[in-house]
């Protein structure tokens, strides 16, 4: 199937499916099963956002919030990258059941293996996070280089938008047409690999903006709304240039701010007041 679709491969999404599948193409019929599938996506979304909020309710230590123990941290990592990344994702989710058809199982299976990849990124920055400080020996606590530190890692954010693996990795993400001529695979296995194979794209893409919550506090519902909002600006805003430069400038804004004057900075948590007896 993946040598027939890529002479399509500029098309626009529903040439492109109705090529494919050998289907016409109906417009109406066509709007109504995409308004129910971001339908669908958008409550999930918003239950997740729920659970979310619900969960860290008073956990926000700032920059360097103890993530939990390991059972917690990956069970709310996956529920928190479902609130984040399900509207940034929806157009790829779309293309993707057009493309099988609609086959329910089939999008279901993309969307879990989706998740899975970031549910092994979650635990791999848990391990490098208990590492670093395991090995730091509290060189990284707030009072002796963490504010340096977390302005460091949102400056190298900033850089890491303008590099050509943040450029390629985010093209991939914004033409779900180029992803599915070369990534498709039949079946439920298939399914659940080209889900996996979408959410390595966006984990190259948006990998330092993650490293970025965790400069701003790990457990905080306001800086996952922020980050969350960059990352469905830069994936959904047509003119990607804009996009991606206006990402940069606030990362740029903010590693400024967290690492020169923190007690300035809108909606942050600094640890040494939460250390501070009540």
């Known amino acids: 199937m993946g040598s027939r679709l890529r002479p399509l491969a500029g098309a626009p ?24 599938l971001v339908g669908t996506l958008v409550a999930l979304a918003a239950l997740a956002w729920w659970w979310t909020a619900v969960r860290m309710d008073g956990m926000d230590a700032g920059p ?19 609130a984040m990344m399900f509207p940034a994702t929806a157009p ?86 180029g992803f599915l001529t070369t990534e498709w695979r039949d079946g439920r296995a298939g399914a659940l690999r080209m889900g996996a194979v979408h959410g390595a794209w966006c984990l190259g893409c948006c990998w330092a903006l993650m490293a970025g919550l965790f400069a701003l506090g790990a457990m905080s519902v306001f800086w996952m709304v922020v980050i969350a909002l960059l990352i469905t600006v830069e994936k959904l805003l047509p003119w990607r240039v804009l996009a991606t430069t206006g990402v940069a400038v606030v990362l740029a804004v903010l590693a400024i701010g967290v690492a020169a004057a923190p007690a300035q900075v809108p909606g942050l948590t600094l640890p040494s007041q939460m250390e501070m007896p009540g």
């Open 13 to 36: 999404v529903p040439a492109f499916v109705a090529f494919a599948t050998g289907r016409p193409y109906h417009p109406r019929m066509l709007a109504r099963t995409r308004l129910a």
């Open 92 to 177: 790829m989710v779309v293309a993707y059941s057009e493309l099988g058809r609609g086959r329910r199982w089939w999008t279901a299976l993309f969307i879990a293996g989706y998740l899975l990849l970031w549910a092994a990124a979650g635990l791999a920055a848990y391990g490098l996070l208990e590492l670093g400080r395991a090995l730091a020996g509290g060189l990284f606590t707030w009072d002796r280089a963490g504010r340096w530190s977390a302005g460091g890692v949102l400056a190298l954010a900033a850089i890491y938008e303008f590099t050509p693996l943040k450029v390629a990795c985010l093209r991939r993400c914004r033409e779900p047409v």
């Open 64 to 82: 360097g919030t103890d993530p939990g123990t390991l059972g917690f941290f990956v069970s709310t990592w996956v529920v928190m990258m479902a």
